[in-house]
């Protein structure tokens, strides 16, 4: 949707966490979490030579749920990672949302 000669992205402001999540997708780090309305969508595992490697499949477990690394691993470029994550129809605000690093602890999970 435009209006005039913008689109709607120009009518309304980017927020704190729209800021927060185009950093975190353009930079992907590893430990980010990703979710939509707090429904995990990956974790970033790794990030080298400009391809992200990350986990989208969580699994239930006597306590919640997990996320399932046993082999259950996606790689994108980090433009593709972007174009993933952002809306198709807005440029540059995203579906998801990112919590910067909060599950390092899954790094520990690899090993």
């Known amino acids: 949707m ?62 919640g749920w997990t996320w399932d690394l046993e082999g259950k691993r996606q790689a994108k470029s980090i433009q593709d990672f972007y174009k993933w994550l952002e809306y198709d129809t807005i440029p540059n605000r995203f579906w998801a949302s990112c919590c910067p690093q909060a599950h390092m602890w899954v790094l520990n999970e690899l090993h």
Not at 26 to 45: A, F, M, Q, R, T
Request: glycine share 6%; proline share 8%; hydrophobic share 30%.
């Open 2 to 63: 435009t209006y005039g000669k913008g689109s709607i992205a120009d009518v309304f402001p980017m927020s704190e966490r729209e800021k927060m999540d185009k950093e975190h997708a353009s930079n992907p780090k590893p430990g980010d979490y990703w979710h939509e309305c707090y429904s995990p969508v990956c974790v970033v595992l790794a990030v080298a030579a400009g391809v992200v490697i990350y986990c989208d499949t969580p699994k239930e477990t006597d306590n």
